[in-house]
């Protein structure tokens, strides 16, 4: 028996979906202190799981199949051209890839963003303890890409690196400062990290679940080719 067949999986009762109103969801969790192979952490990301903190999950509910994992292939993809306009508007970023950290600068940037842009939801307020839990626990595999503007931190994605297949981008927030707006700095992020996966020579770029019903999630099929995990297949839209 492999060591992926020996896991243990643990399933929560319902509770209501975040993404969808009046439904309920359940979620499966790798059970949180397994000693997971470098070839566990591929067959489970390969197989819908993600990582939030410490823990490796996918929805698991009885009635709806409605979040698809997603993901590109970078080696075809090309950007549009409101991406290529993206990438002009933002030659004069820097970034850097380093450790997930805590400090002053990161979570002060973290709570910008959440105040500005997620007031209405369940990360608000945002908490030391919040982002500790979410963003810097739970893996050796775990990046910071940051941007930064004539020296100033303007965006983070936290990322893992699935060895030898992919990085999962995570979560992303940036400056909300209406200023920066015409950067489309979310976007930038994503395409950024596309170029990290290629350089890395790695074959895709994990971005997590989209729903067809949320406007939370139509972002992600901007990224084209996009392959898509249906019937535990997953089939390539152009």
Request: some cysteine; hydrophobic content about 40%.
């Amino acid at each position: 028996m492999s060591g992926f067949q020996k896991l243990r999986f643990y399933a929560t009762a319902p509770h209501p979906c975040s993404y969808l109103e009046d439904r309920e969801a359940t979620t499966l969790f790798v059970e949180p202190d397994a000693a997971l192979t470098e070839a566990d952490l591929v067959k489970l990301t390969e197989t819908g799981f993600r990582r939030s903190g410490r823990y490796i999950y996918r929805p698991h509910c009885a009635d709806c199949n409605a979040c698809i994992s997603v993901r590109v292939p970078v080696d075809a993809f090309h950007p549009k051209r409101r991406q290529r306009r993206t990438i002009q508007k933002n030659q004069d970023i820097v970034f850097k890839a380093q450790a997930p950290v805590l400090d002053e600068i990161h979570y002060a940037l973290y709570d910008r963003y959440i105040r500005a842009r997620h007031a209405d939801g369940d990360m608000f307020p945002p908490s030391v303890s919040q982002y500790q839990s979410f963003l810097t626990a739970g893996s050796s595999h775990a990046f910071f890409l940051e941007a930064y503007l004539e020296g100033q931190l303007i965006a983070v994605t936290h990322f893992d690196e699935i060895p030898g297949n992919g990085l999962s981008a995570i979560y992303t927030f940036f400056d909300p400062d209406p200023e920066l707006a015409p950067r489309s700095l979310g976007r930038m992020m994503v395409l950024q990290l596309i170029e990290v996966t290629k350089e890395l020579g790695l074959p895709y770029l994990y971005l997590g679940y989209w729903i067809r019903d949320s406007i939370k999630m139509a972002y992600k099929t901007e990224y084209r080719p996009i392959e898509m995990l249906i019937n535990s297949r997953w089939i390539r839209a152009d």
